[in-house]
């Protein structure tokens, strides 16, 4: 009988820890090359991006050398003296083309019975916006506000505000109302019946666009 100590003499599978060896360094072989890859490609990409980040700082030094050569090359008096011009022949424009029938049509839609017109004064704003000053007379504030209201659904006002408010002796308080006024085109904006139409007035009722008369329009 044959007896085998394996303290002494033990048995190894060399076959099969050679192959595990073999495959674990193809593997680590496998990991390094592509650890080297990846760096060299990222390196290039860097590179890339280094050159990109140095012509766009070279083609912005360039556009900001430009523009101060330009900026030094305007004369700023005549550069103002043509936006002054340029301003008025805007509000020449402006004021040829404004309609005072469209604007007053408005003021005969939406006038409350006690509440009449004494003046309108066109304006423009800074950014160019056209603005109306409105003096009115009223007897009552919830008149006043009735028509402020009237008037922003027209949708021809916006930004309806009172400036300012000033009672006489009568108990009639004057008001300073301002307003950004946008004509409608013509199909929108709205047509109060002509005076034809609705037969002529009683002297002692007046027409609000009578009203509106009677301060003068500036």
Known sequence: MLRTNLSTRPFYNERAVRAALAA??????????????????????????????????????????????????????KLAAVQTAAHEANALIDRRTFSWTELLNQFQATLPPDVRIGGVTPQSDDEGRRLVQIS?????????????????????????????EQPDDSGTM???????????????????????????????????????????VR
């Open 24 to 77: 674990l360094a193809a593997l680590a072989i496998g990991l390094t090359l592509f650890n080297a890859y990846e760096i060299l490609w990222l390196q290039g990409q860097s590179r890339d991006a280094r050159q990109s980040i140095a012509q766009n700082e070279a083609k912005a030094r360039e556009l900001h050398d430009r523009a101060q050569v330009i900026r030094r090359s305007i004369d700023k008096e």
């Open 136 to 164: 009115v007379f009223s007897k009552r504030i919830e008149d006043l506000e009735a028509f402020m209201d009237a008037l922003e659904k027209t949708g021809a006002f916006s930004g309806v505000l009172p400036r300012s």
């Open 174 to 216: 004057r008001s300073e109302l301002q307003a950004y006024y946008t004509p409608l085109p013509p199909r929108a904006a709205g047509k109060p019946p002509a005076a034809s139409e609705s037969g002529k007035a009683a002297p002692g009722n007046q027409s609000p666009a009578g009203k509106a008369g009677e301060g003068g």
